[in-house]
């Protein structure tokens, strides 16, 4: 789960008495269910171990998967719906975060995005990332060119070329980052054709 919010230290005094609170009033009966649960799913041998993340394209290893379904099996004892909050997925922390940078650049920098004339790629100039960049964010060796080149999956690339201008695929990128294609008017259309 990310997370993502800011905590208000004005309320760290009683954040602190309500976990003191709560600790006083808590025992370990749950974690030691879950361990005996969790051994039980260790032992049993026909147990596939090899369960991939349904939203990862790397085939990455879903390990957690396991101890997630012990824990749909307490929301069902309780008698309680999993909260819209429960993960029900590997989540990719990076792909997440690389994802987010993008969709950033595209929201505020719109202009950086050069629109071919058919309307089916972007040109972006990665190099321009460099002119502004003056903190240390990507470490001394590393430019944000080369972190928002590393970034973009490449199956939004219409090549791989290791070129400062990348060419991206207009709808695989905005699909990817969540954002719609801006609407071309009428106008333009009527206009912009030879």
Do not use: C
């Not at 590997?90 to 995005?113: C, V």
């Amino acid at each position: 789960m990310k997370i993502d919010r800011v905590f208000d230290g004005k309320l760290e005094e009683h954040s602190l008495g309500a976990f003191k609170s709560l600790l006083d009033e808590i025992d370990d009966k749950l974690f030691q269910d879950f361990i005996v649960r969790f051994s039980n799913k260790l032992s049993d041998d026909s147990l596939n171990w090899a369960v991939y993340s349904s939203n990862s394209n790397t085939g990455s290893v879903d390990f957690l998967y396991h101890a997630r379904e012990i824990f749909k099996e307490y929301f069902q004892i309780a008698g309680i719906r999993l909260p819209e909050w429960f993960p029900l997925l590997r989540y990719d922390d990076k792909k997440e975060t690389d994802r987010e940078l993008w969709r950033k650049q595209y929201e505020y920098h719109k202009e950086k995005f050069k629109s071919s004339s058919d309307g089916t790629v972007y040109l972006f100039n990665l190099k321009e990332l460099d002119e502004y960049e003056i903190s240390s964010r990507y470490g001394k060796e590393r430019k944000p060119s080369d972190f928002y080149r590393q970034s973009m999956p490449q199956e939004h690339l219409v090549t791989t070329s290791g070129t400062d201008i990348i060419e991206i695929k207009v709808d695989s990128f905005h699909k990817w980052i969540g954002v719609d294609k801006p609407k071309i008017s009428l106008f333009k259309k009527l206009f912009s054709k030879k």
